[in-house]
C-alpha cells in the first residue's frame, strides 16, 4: 500500500470521526489506567458496568488499595480473569502510592513496570491520557492492520512498528482509536462489514463482502 492511499484512509476516518476516543469510562489518568487493566480479554462493556459500581466508592491508589483483593472481587467478579486482576490493581495500587506519591507515572518503563500492565495497556494510558502518539494494537487493529494492507505483520510487535513508520505524522494521536472502533464495529473478524465501509475502495482485502440481499 502507498503512501497516498495510507494518507487517504486516515483523511476519511477522520472526516467520518474527528474527535474519536476510547469506550472506556473515565476520568482521571488512574481511573483510566484501572480500567484498561481490567479490559485484558474483556469488553469495554462489561469493564464500564464494574467500573461504573467500584469509581463512586474507590477511585484513587489509596481507596482501591484500601479495599484489599477480598473487598475490590465483589466490583469486577463479572470481568474475566477476575482473581488476577484483582491481585494486579491491588499491588499496582501499592506501587503507585509507594513509587509515585499515588500518581499514575507519564514515562512507558515506568508503566510497563506495574503489573498487569504491558505495552499495550501502557500505550494507551500514554496516548489516552497523556496524548503521546502511540499505537496500542490489540485484536481489532492487528486485524484491520493485515486485512487492509494497512501495516501487515505475523504479530502485535511488528504491527505497531509498521504502523508507527507508515501512518502519517498529523493522524498519529488517533489512530488507534480509528482503527480500533473500524475493527470493533465494521471489520468485524468473521464477516466484515465492507459494503458500510468508508475506506473500502481502499483496501487490499481480496475476499470483500457485498451488501445483503434483503429478505422478501
Not at 484483582?86 to 499496582?92: D, L, R, W
Request: with cysteine; glycine share 6%; proline share 6%.
Amino acid at each position: 500500500m502507498n503512501t497516498e492511499k495510507r494518507r487517504e484512509i486516515f483523511n476519511r476516518l477522520r472526516a467520518v470521526m474527528p474527535h474519536p476516543t476510547t469506550e472506556l469510562a473515565y476520568t482521571t489518568p488512574f481511573e483510566l489506567l484501572i480500567a484498561v487493566l481490567l479490559s485484558a480479554q474483556a469488553t469495554d462493556v462489561s469493564v464500564n458496568k464494574a467500573t461504573r459500581k467500584l469509581y463512586p466508592v474507590a477511585n484513587t491508589p489509596e481507596k482501591i488499595f484500601a479495599l484489599g483483593v477480598d473487598g475490590l472481587i465483589p466490583y469486577i467478579q463479572t470481568i474475566g480473569l477476575f482473581r488476577t486482576k484483582a491481585k494486579n490493581t491491588i499491588e499496582t495500587c501499592r506501587m503507585l502510592i509507594a513509587l509515585h506519591g499515588g500518581q499514575v507515572p507519564h514515562t512507558r518503563e515506568e508503566l510497563e513496570a506495574l503489573p498487569g500492565v504491558g505495552r499495550k495497556t501502557a500505550n494507551v494510558v500514554l496516548n489516552t491520557a497523556f496524548g503521546h502518539s502511540t499505537i496500542a494494537v490489540d485484536t481489532h487493529i492487528f486485524r484491520v492492520s493485515n486485512r487492509t494492507g494497512l501495516a501487515p505483520g505475523k504479530d502485535v510487535n511488528v504491527v505497531e512498528q509498521k504502523l508507527m513508520k507508515v501512518v502519517p505524522t498529523e493522524f498519529q494521536l488517533d489512530a488507534h482509536h480509528w482503527l480500533i472502533l473500524l475493527g470493533r464495529y465494521t471489520c468485524l473478524a468473521r464477516k466484515p462489514l465492507c459494503w458500510n465501509c468508508t475506506i473500502a475502495d481502499l483496501c487490499d482485502y481480496k475476499a470483500k463482502t457485498p451488501l445483503p440481499e434483503k429478505g422478501i
